[in-house]
């Protein structure tokens, strides 16, 4: 073994780690702004920084903004490359996992080529619990510390033997939902799924490959995170939620459990009324693929087992208590005062708290559009409004009047059933009428979200706007049972004010969905774009000029949230996914530039 120290730049927070936890934290000389761990690193220059909003806004804001990143191909994060080049590093430690976990790969690798003499790039990788402890030679090998790195290995896999031994093999597994991000839901990967069942659960959502006897081997991980509908959640019915949002610390973990616990569909959950919601520093545990995985495997073994002997000291976690959470402001004497108002067929009241004059309800839809001044009782959802200053849900079907479109329903109706995605848009651009056309979209009242899709109803009436062309938004009940969905969309199609009206569906060549359509709707069905060659379909989408379309939601590894549906991936798809993803396997957003 080498004495010389050797000089270390890390753009990985677990790689940092790693690097510390075989005693060779000495050798860092320039570190990722992720880096908080262990503290005495803290004062060693800054290589990195991100591009996105710095400051915490939500989970679903921050889901936006990294998709509209990746959709338009840009990097999340900056690296400072002329002070990497001044630090001189002889080794420089990264990542090429994840585009969202650290700088990417290609851009540290056309750095350290500017650099002389030339550092080695060492890349991790893990994919389970044994690559990061392989990765523990990796890296010791290439610090010249081999010794201390196989040492280190041994002495966790000696903590991971003695963790394992506590779990029956011969029990039932514990259903374990682990939520990674909390809005969308992405479910846990890679190497979690794998810890669980170690532990003595198993991982329903995101299952992990069998490995060996014990559960621990290269072939034990799963696929990566994705995000999933609710309704996935629901129908997993977990024993136990583990709630671990990627980087986001207990409180702000917290504010996301508060944000989920907010919907019925969630509070209904068995493993809710249970009490068995575990919310865990995201920063620090599990999502890092380091060292202190096993500290995590630890803890859940102790968590599922009931084995507090094996408890890591001040392990981050905390079990979710529903009575802080706290129900949105609600004014009930204003809207007694409201409801009183319309009764009387008011077109105002006043407010007893400021004497101003509000317009109620009735007076909005006599005025037939949102004016765009976040008005109390604004039937039409703020449409006018900047979609981040929105407070208004639209509580029943109601039709919005878009600027610029004209054509009037005297040669009566299409209706087309609009769920933000390409099949709905290639149906607007496939189906030539004089006719009205006027889009409808379903959601989820209480949530805002489109069953499945992953895309909020904003997202729909930016659509509307930018294609001008009117829109109906028709909110869903939780329990969305096919007589309450079809009764919703009556009312819907009710709101267009003509007598002759035709309904358009998007769908591709699923006879028995087409077949229940039209058994079941009370108006002609028409179906632009079933049974259409893929090949035509594909590339008239993707030559619209100013038109990206991304993945909104997803149920297979192979086609991440956010990633661009472009030629490249339709063409990295396995024979077994439907290039469209007709089959489920995963939907779709359009945005226009």
């Excluded at 191909?73 to 430690?93: H, N």
């Excluded at 849900?393 to 054509?407: E, F, N």
Aim: aromatic share 8%; proline share 6%; with cysteine.
């Amino acid at each position: 073994m080498s004495t010389t120290m050797k000089r270390v730049c890390s753009v990985l927070p677990s790689a940092t780690e790693v690097l510390c936890v075989i005693g060779c934290e000495d050798m860092l000389v320039g570190r990722s702004h992720e880096d908080n761990y262990p503290e005495c690193i803290t004062d060693r220059p800054i290589l990195t920084g991100q591009l996105t909003n710095k400051e915490w806004t939500s989970a679903r804001e921050i889901d936006k903004q990294v998709s509209e990143f990746l959709a338009e191909g840009k990097s999340l994060y900056i690296l400072d490359e002329k002070l990497l080049q001044e630090l001189r590093p002889d080794v420089i430690l990264t990542q090429d996992i994840c585009a969202v976990c650290a700088i990417d790969l290609d851009t540290v690798r056309r750095v350290a080529a500017s650099i002389f003499p030339k550092p080695k790039v060492v890349s991790l990788n893990p994919q389970c619990l044994q690559d990061v402890l392989e990765d523990l030679v990796l890296v010791g090998h290439a610090v010249d510390r081999l010794d201390n790195a196989e040492k280190t290995r041994a002495e966790f896999e000696a903590r991971v033997a003695k963790a394992v031994s506590y779990v029956p093999q011969d029990q039932p597994r514990i259903n374990v939902a682990f939520i990674e991000w909390s809005d969308p839901i992405y479910v846990g990967g890679h190497w979690t799924p794998q810890i669980i069942k170690m532990a003595g659960g198993h991982h329903p959502l995101n299952p992990c490959g069998e490995g060996d006897d014990a559960g621990y081997a290269k072939t034990g991980g799963a696929g990566k995170s994705f995000a999933v509908h609710n309704e996935k959640v629901v129908e997993s019915d977990p024993d136990i939620i583990i709630i671990c949002p990627c980087g986001l610390d207990i409180p702000k973990a917290t504010q996301e459990a508060h944000n989920l616990y907010a919907n019925e569909w969630f509070r209904e959950l068995r493993a809710v009324k249970a009490g068995k919601v575990y919310i865990v520093d995201g920063d620090a545990m599990f999502n890092r693929p380091g060292p202190r995985l096993v500290d995590a495997l630890e803890w859940l073994v102790s968590l599922l087992q009931d084995k507090p002997e094996i408890m890591p000291e001040n392990f981050p976690y905390e079990i979710y208590n529903p009575k802080t959470f706290k129900h949105p402001a609600t004014l009930p004497d204003i809207e007694e005062i409201h409801r009183a108002a319309c009764a009387d067929n008011a077109l105002t009241y006043k407010d007893p708290a400021t004497d101003y004059s509000v317009i109620t309800e009735l007076g909005h839809k006599k005025r037939g559009f949102c004016c765009g001044h976040r008005c109390r009782h604004c039937p039409y959802g703020h449409f006018n409004v900047d979609p981040a200053e929105r407070l208004n849900k639209v509580q029943k079907p109601t039709y919005l009047k878009v600027a610029g479109s004209t054509r009037s329903p005297d040669k009566g109706v299409d209706v087309l059933f609009w769920s933000g995605g390409k099949d709905s848009y290639l149906t607007y651009l496939t189906h030539k009428t004089d006719r009205k056309m006027v889009l409808l979209t379903t959601f989820t009242g209480s949530t805002g979200m489109i069953q499945h899709q992953g895309v909020h109803h904003h997202e729909v009436m930016a659509q509307a706007k930018h294609l001008k062309v009117d829109l109906i938004l028709a909110p869903l009940p939780e329990s969305n049972t096919n007589e309450e969905y079809l009764e919703v969309v009556r009312d819907a199609v009710a709101k267009c004010g003509s007598e002759d009206v035709r309904c358009l569906f998007g769908d591709l060549h699923l006879t028995d969905i087409k077949n229940w359509r039209e058994k079941h709707h009370d108006f002609p069905c028409l179906f632009p774009v079933f049974k259409m060659a893929y090949p035509g379909l594909q590339d008239t989408l993707l030559t619209q000029p100013g038109v990206t379309v991304t993945i909104s939601a997803s149920s297979t590894p192979h086609a991440a949230v956010g990633t661009a549906f472009t030629k490249d991936f339709i063409a990295s798809l396995p024979s077994e996914v439907d290039s469209m993803g007709e089959n489920g396997e995963f939907h779709t957003l359009v945005k226009f530039s």
